[in-house]
Every structure is written in C-alpha cells, then in structure tokens.
C-alpha cells in the first residue's frame, strides 16, 4: 500500500493551488469549457485518490486506539484533532489525522471535553503517519463530487466539440 502521491499532494498543495489559479484565470478568459474540463479532471483525480486511499487503508490498516492530545486550529479557526499513538511495533506518532472534516459551527467550540479521550484510528502499516479516525465517513461526498466531475468532463468536452447539451 502505498500511499506517497498523497503525502506529495499534501505537501504541495500550496505551490499546485497557485499553478491552478494562474492557469484557470487564463482559460477562464480563453474559453470557460477549458477551465470547466480542468476543473473537472482535478477534481475527478483527487476524488478517485482519496477513495481508493479510503478503501485501502480500511482493508488493510491496522486499527488502534489513540488518544486526542490537542486541538489544531488554521487560519480560518477551523479545528483539527492531534492525535497520539503506539504502532503495533512500539513506534510513537503524534499527528493530523490525513482526512478531517471541520464546519464552521467548530471555530467557535473549544473540544477541551475530547482532550485526552480515546478515538480508534487506522493507520497504515507502511506509512503509520498517514492514519484516519475510524467511523468517520466521507465517501457519500466524494462519490458526489466524483459524479459532479465526470459531469463538468462530459460537458466540456461536448460543447468544445460542438454539441450544445445545456449551455
């Protein structure tokens, strides 16, 4: 299992949103149904990404208990929980948990009832900092952004071809 195009993608997310930006500013006033089509194959890749990084890690991860220890907070207050492990061979890991969601209800509730509470986590056993919290699910959402894509594709590539199907 192996999980480093989704480490590179987190690491680089900052220099590939600026890359994006400038390039969808460009087709925005080129022709729309180019950034459409791009949007589209963006968000269809990340998606099947995350998914079958979902699947894997549920059938092959291994699943402990770890403990909240803090509460990490961006720039928009959104919290995420830093949790604390033992890996099945004795190793300590203290980290993010690589997908978690947060609402805006969360900017303004402390979580100090959760510090120091036990969670199950999945990790995986070649790359334990890349773990999830167990029971939490995403996929509804990212079958519908999935399906959304594959939406925005079909579309784009239609009109660029000619057809007009709703626009």
């Not at 220099?15 to 589209?40: A, E, K, N, R, W």
């Not at 890991?93 to 609402?103: E, Q, V």
């Not at 773990?131 to 925005?152: D, M, P, Q």
Request: glycine residues 4%.
């Amino acid at each position: 299992m192996n999980h480093s195009l989704i480490i590179v993608l987190k690491k680089y997310t900052p220099i590939f949103s600026i890359v994006f930006f400038f390039v969808s500013v460009f087709l925005i006033f080129y022709d729309i149904f180019y950034f459409l089509l791009l949007l589209g194959v963006l968000l269809l890749s990340v998606s099947i990404l995350v998914l079958n990084f979902l699947s894997d890690i549920d059938k092959t991860g291994i699943e402990i208990f770890g403990k909240i220890v803090a509460y990490d907070s961006d720039e928009d207050g959104h919290k995420t929980p830093i949790i604390e492990f033992q890996t099945s061979d004795g190793k300590f890991f203290k980290g993010t948990p690589l997908i978690h969601s947060s609402s805006d209800v969360d900017k303004f509730r402390s979580y100090q009832e959760n510090i120091n509470k036990k969670v199950k986590i999945l990790y995986s056993a070649d790359c334990p900092e890349n773990f999830i919290i167990k029971g939490k699910t995403y996929t509804f959402f990212l079958n519908l952004i999935a399906i959304v894509s594959l939406a925005l594709i079909i579309c784009s590539i239609a009109k660029l071809l000619g057809y007009n199907i709703i626009f």
